[in-house]
């Protein structure tokens, strides 16, 4: 048997691939045999390099091939987010229970999927298929499968089930329903909390070894928005300095990301935009609005003179986050869509900070509401250009009036 050299190389091709699977949470063979390809021509190299840099598995099947990402700490925005309720994880769980005991390519039907459910659901509360709400999360869920091919659909439209307790659809089990959860180093009943799930992946290591220290570095470089310091003694964030040209050669080398290192904040960026990522700012006016109020904040610490946090960011009391986005409105707001110069003000404030929390450019204290403005957010700031004249119809007249 001869060993093809070229999977050993990392190459352009490798990092084309190496990109498909940071991105996508697996590659199909009959639906992108082109990407499925390129991993395979260039496995060894990928596999060597997640498994060293980041710890991960790449799983390379004949159907398909995966890479296992775990983040080093879990965010909101990892969750499933067409989910509305913690009802639906929980199904989610029961079905994947339930499709244990099924073989590749058997079929089953809805209404047997619902009696099933039933039995396995844990808590006293359980399911009932007569409340809508029930319902709805079960669609919530079977669709979510069935856009990620854990589940095929045969016949019918799941969706009617919402209104009809008694549609019926036809399902068949595929493949890639065996490896759709990750395998765990022990049974999951002998973890507790979800912290020593995460631990179990370092599979007894301490956290202070250069191994673990380094895949949780570029797990975080990778699967986050940005990495910020936790003050002057983060051992994190002093491998980060005193690692920097290594580790920037290393990331520029092997994917299309520029690595920046800042006092408080390290984070990865694209010279280019490619549609495959979910990048900041995208298209939507909102991030337009975060990068106005970007520039209202830099210019507020410093004329307001406000004292920087150890981390680098600044609390604002909810009033004073609203008042600063009243300035970015009176600003800027001949340039907004008709939506935004028309919402109150408070909706504004709240999409807006949804938006920096996710982003990790913001974080607001459950307890007192004050909110932390990160360095990250002023990374990047927006202003109209000298020569910008609001058309007519952006309705510059109703501001006047305002």
Not at 306 to 324: A, C, E, H, M, R
């Amino acid at each position: 048997m001869q060993i093809d050299k070229r999977s050993h190389i990392f190459d352009e091709k490798a990092k084309e691939a190496a990109e498909h699977l940071l991105e996508q949470f697996w590659i199909l063979r009959d639906q992108e045999p082109e990407k499925y390809q390129l991993v395979r021509e260039r496995e060894q190299a990928l596999r060597n390099y997640f498994l060293d840099k980041m710890g991960f598995r790449l799983i390379l099947h004949r159907h398909f091939a995966k890479l296992e990402k775990v983040p080093a700490e879990p965010e909101s925005w990892m969750g499933i987010q067409s989910f509305k309720h913690t009802r639906d994880y929980v199904l989610l769980c029961c079905l994947m229970g339930y499709l244990e005991n099924k073989t590749v390519d058997e079929q089953f039907l809805l209404s047997t999927l619902c009696e099933e459910l039933q039995e396995l659901y844990p808590g006293e509360e359980g399911v009932d298929w007569t409340h809508y709400e029930h319902r709805k999360s079960l669609v919530r869920v079977l669709q979510f499968v069935s856009e990620k091919d854990i589940l095929k659909v045969v016949e019918g439209d799941v969706s009617d089930f919402s209104y009809i307790e008694s549609h019926e659809v036809l399902y068949e089990v595929p493949l890639t329903a065996r490896y759709f959860l990750r395998s765990f180093p022990k049974d999951l009943f002998q973890f507790e909390t979800m912290e020593q799930i995460l631990a179990a992946e370092t599979m007894g290591r301490e956290e202070t070894t250069g191994v673990t220290r380094r895949h949780r570095v570029y797990r975080l470089l990778f699967l986050s928005p940005g990495m910020m310091t936790r003050g002057s003694d983060d051992a994190d964030f002093l491998y980060l300095r005193n690692y920097r040209h290594r580790i920037r050669e290393d990331i520029e080398k092997h994917t299309g990301f520029q690595f920046e290192l800042y006092k408080n904040t390290a984070l990865l960026t694209l010279t280019e935009r490619k549609l495959r990522y979910n990048l900041f700012p995208d298209n939507r006016v909102i991030c337009d609005l975060a990068l106005q109020f970007a520039a209202v904040a830099r210019q507020n610490q410093v004329d307001e003179q406000i004292p920087l946090q150890q981390d680098g960011s600044i609390y604002l009391t909810k009033v004073d986050f609203l008042n600063w986005l009243k300035i970015c409105r009176e600003r800027y707001a001949a340039g907004w869509s008709k939506q935004y110069r028309e919402m109150n003000l408070t909706d504004t404030a709240r999409e807006l900070l949804e938006l920096l929390i996710e982003w990790k450019m913001a974080a607001k204290d459950a307890a007192t509401g004050v909110i932390s403005l990160y360095p990250l957010l002023v990374r990047t700031i927006g202003n109209y250009p000298g020569d910008f004249k609001p058309r007519p119809e952006e309705g510059v007249e109703s501001l006047e009036e305002e």
